[in-house]
């Protein structure tokens, strides 16, 4: 039973293209995060989402377009493909104020814009 | 913004050997948080330890917050225990904003 779980695993596409990736947990978190892991392994928050509402928007371009129907979904959504954003997009989930604030990761999705 | 450094950058290890990780933060931190990368890129929480000394099986790890640093302790290394570490940590409780260190390579050879 995976707590975390992201779609695809793997997304090959070409520039300027519109992709989504989709992510979902089964913990009963209220709060859900995507992050961007580079070439080189450094891992930076894009967005948090506490109960559906947006927290962090950490300086990402507009194209990128995060939604969460429900506490449970985050989805991210990419418009017009630059090749800068080739990385590993991780989703993430995390339960406030339980005295255990352990974020759990998604597998992630390898992005690679062609 | 807060820095968060790790130390070294990469380490190989005979198995069993043992192995002491280090993170140092530039500023006072709220939460901090361990995670093993898997080779296949697979993210696993260790540890949430804001401050204190926790242990699991051959891991442990140690935060003093007042000196802005956590260790991580990897006793009798196994050749699993191969991947990244990181360390994460926030700045202020709420802001939901986990900021990731620099990473540990860590490869353990039978």
């Known amino acids: 039973d995976t707590a975390v779980s992201q779609t695809p695993k793997y997304l090959v596409t070409q520039m300027g293209n519109d992709k989504s990736i989709k992510c979902e947990q089964n913990?009963?978190?209220?709060?859900m995060y995507w992050y961007k892991q580079d070439s080189k392994k450094f891992l930076k928050i894009m967005f948090s989402?506490?109960?559906?509402?947006?927290?962090i928007n950490e300086t990402v371009p507009n194209r990128f377009s995060p939604k969460s129907p429900d506490k449970a979904h985050l989805n991210l959504h990419i418009n017009s493909l630059e090749l800068g954003d080739s990385a590993v997009y991780f989703c993430?989930?995390?339960?406030?104020?339980?005295?255990?604030?352990?974020?759990?990761f998604g597998s992630g999705t390898q992005l690679s814009v062609l | 913004g807060i820095q968060v450094e790790q130390s070294p950058p990469d380490l190989i290890l005979q198995e069993g050997a043992n192995s002491t990780l280090r993170c140092n933060f530039s500023?006072?931190?709220?939460?901090l948080q361990w995670f093993h990368q898997n080779p296949w890129g697979q993210l696993i929480n260790l540890f949430y330890?804001?401050?204190g000394t926790k242990q699991n099986g051959r891991l442990s790890a140690t935060t003093v917050a007042t000196e802005r640093y956590s260790l991580l302790y990897i006793s009798s290394s196994q050749t699993t225990d191969s991947g990244v570490y990181f360390c994460?940590?926030?700045?202020?409780?709420?802001?939901?904003?986990?900021?990731f260190g620099t990473g540990t390579r860590l490869k353990v050879l039978a």
């Open positions: 330890i804001p401050s």
């Open positions: 500023d006072s931190v709220n939460n």
């Open positions: 989402y506490n109960n559906k509402e947006l927290i």
């Open positions: 994460a940590v926030e700045r202020t409780s709420g802001t939901y904003k986990y900021i």
């Open positions: 913990l009963g978190h209220d709060t």
């Open positions: 993430a989930s995390s339960q406030r104020g339980q005295g255990s604030e352990k974020l759990f």
